[in-house]
T-cell receptor
Framework: SQQGEEDPQALSIQEGENATMNCSYKTSINNLQWYRQNSGRGLVHLILIRSNEREKHSGRLRVTLDTSKKSSSLLITASRAADTASYFCATDAVPGGTSYGKLTFGQGTILTVHP | DTGVSQDPRHKITKRGQNVTFRCDPISEHNRLYWYRQTLGQGPEFLTYFQNEAQLEKSRLLSDRFSAERPKGSFSTLEIQRTEQGDSAMYLC??????????FGQGTRLTVV
């Protein structure tokens, strides 16, 4: 079963605009990760944020984490047509146990950036 | 290229046939995972290996599914007596204790 939900399910924007995707989850987590997937391909890791972190940046990506609300957001600034892909959040959550990296994914947001 | 290789990339099989997929992880990674992804959904966890030991299996992994990692390096996932509901992308990932998971390109299975 999916750990969380992503919102929106689909997002269509113009090149140069910012894209924000949200993820909610249900259980306590060790960390939350964002992945990107081009159509029919494997997943590419974008960024990892630990449960004791609130914000993290990587290039044009900014991720926030609010553990009190069990939610995270991914912001892509100055989007490009090449950013067109599906974006997934994934949680590493082993309540009461030692994490071994098992991930539970959301359903994803399909981002389309028009040139 | 993440360094994780999966073979084949595509497999079309008739219902009732057996299929086997292979995953070659990043060599220094002791953790290996299999996930299944259906159209429009996120990947779902199937099973996890630490070295050669299979430490967790999802209830999604019915008796027709078996996975091995005989020498703690490559892994195979076999599906016996395939059903149309097995059609999906099968993803392999590897990691170590200090890294994120690196995914392969996946094997897309179509059961006709």
């Amino acid at each position: 079963s999916q750990q969380g939900e992503e919102d929106p399910q689909a997002l269509s924007i113009q090149e140069g605009e910012n894209a924000t995707m949200n993820c909610s989850y249900k259980t306590s987590i060790n960390n939350l990760q964002w992945y990107r997937q081009n159509s029919g391909r494997g997943l590419v890791h974008l960024i990892l944020i630990r449960s004791n972190e609130r914000e993290k940046h990587s290039g044009r990506l900014r991720v926030t984490l609010d553990t009190s609300k069990k939610s995270s957001s991914l912001l892509i600034t100055a989007s490009r047509a090449a950013d067109t892909a599906s974006y997934f959040c994934a949680t590493d959550a082993v309540p009461g146990g030692t994490s071994y990296g098992k991930l539970t994914f959301g359903q994803g947001t399909i981002l389309t950036v028009h040139p | 290229d993440t360094g994780v290789s999966q073979d084949p990339r595509h497999k079309i099989t008739k219902r009732g046939q057996n299929v086997t997929f292979r995953c070659d992880p990043i060599s220094e990674h002791n953790r290996l995972y299999w996930y299944r992804q259906t159209l429009g959904q996120g990947p779902e966890f199937l099973t996890y290996f630490q070295n050669e030991a299979q430490l967790e299996k999802s209830r999604l992994l019915s008796d027709r599914f078996s996975a091995e990692r005989p020498k703690g390096s490559f892994s195979t996932l076999e599906i016996q007596r395939t059903e149309q509901g097995d059609s999906a992308m099968y993803l392999c990932a590897s990691s170590s204790a200090n890294t994120e998971a690196f995914f392969g390109q996946g094997t897309r299975l179509t059961v006709v």
